[in-house]
Structures are given as C-alpha cells and as structure tokens.
C-alpha cells in the first residue's frame, strides 16, 4: 500500500491521520487477465490503482472491431474517471490484460476521503491533470506518425508494457493490423 501513498505525495502533502483514512478505505482486489475491471453500458462506480500488473481501455467499433485505447501499468490511477465523477454510462471497458492486484476505491469511499481531507480536491485535480496529460502524450503522435514511427514511439512511451500483453493489442492501440505490425517489428531488428 505504500506505492498508492507515494504516488499521492507527489501532489500534495498529508499527515499520517489522512494517509490512514485513505489506506482504511482503500480494498485489495485481484482481476485476472481479462477480467473487466469496469464496462460499458455500465456506470463506473469505482476507482482503481494498479499494484501489479496491465489494464486497458478498450472499445468495439461500429463494425465490431475490438479497438484498444490505451494501456495503464503499475502505479497509476485506472478509471473511466469523467463517467466515474459524472455517474454516467461509460462506453469504453476497462480490462485486465495480465493478471493484476490493484487498490480500490468505490464511490462513496472516495467521495469520503473528498469530504473529509481538506485540499483533497486540489490533490485529486493534480493527479486528474497528470493522467491526461500522459494520456495526450502517449495518444497524440499516433495522428501524424508512419506506423514504424508509431511503435518506435510506443516502446519509448511504454516501456513495461510491450513484452506483457498481446501484440494484436499492440497493433489495435498503434491503428495497424497484427502483420503489419509483425513486419514492422521484424524490420527494426
């Protein structure tokens, strides 16, 4: 439980009474690999920091295509978070791809943890800005990048990532078919 309080501290400080209110209301759970960990069609009622392991966003296109949108590792926040705070349906899924151990929060726990630790909100905004803006960074060269520049782009981008899930998903993230892909790995060598 330490990893969720240092990934906290950097957006803030906290006495020892705070850190413990999170903690108690924090809950361990464990998804297995393709578990959802939220779905569409549903609203999200629980936020989630990965411990251990890979989840992603992903979403079916109109032709029923599975499209992957992006990928969350260890010690990050994993939320659908704008339909989370919105209590609204969300429209992507949120799926393990490894196994994984993650903290959780529900709804009202951390509604709780807002209502109770002055300047949360101020802490809960920074760590909200920072997913985004990892999120534009990782998401934005995918427009205008070739396909091999793509990949180069996401070794970089997600270094412990690309060993751990299915290429297909790697492929689908990048916008590229799985040979393609192939082709493009076997190239790079």
């Excluded at 990048?174 to 060598?189: D, E, F, H, M, V």
């Amino acid at each position: 439980m330490k990893e969720i309080i240092d990934y906290i501290l950097q957006f803030g400080d906290l006495n020892q009474h705070q850190i413990d209110l999170i903690l108690s209301k924090a809950k361990y759970l464990e998804l297995k690999k393709d578990e959802y960990f939220s779905e569409a069609g549903k609203i999200p009622n629980r936020v989630g920091f990965v411990l251990e392991g890979i989840v992603r966003f992903c979403y079916y296109n109109n032709k029923g295509d599975e499209i992957t949108n992006y990928f969350i590792d260890e010690n990050s926040f994993a939320t659908d978070y704008a339909k989370f705070e919105l209590n609204a349906i969300a429209t992507e899924y949120v799926q393990a791809v490894t196994d994984c151990k993650m903290l959780v929060f529900s709804k009202k726990d951390w509604d709780d943890i807002g209502n109770t630790i002055l300047d949360w909100d101020r802490i809960e905004n920074k760590i909200v800005k920072k997913c985004l803006m990892e999120t534009i960074d990782r998401r934005s060269p995918l427009v205008s990048e070739d396909a091999t520049t793509r990949y180069l782009s996401f070794m970089e981008k997600f270094p412990n990532v690309l060993n751990r899930v299915p290429l297909s998903q790697v492929a689908s993230y990048l916008g590229i078919t799985q040979p393609s892909l192939s082709r493009i790995r076997k190239n790079i060598r």
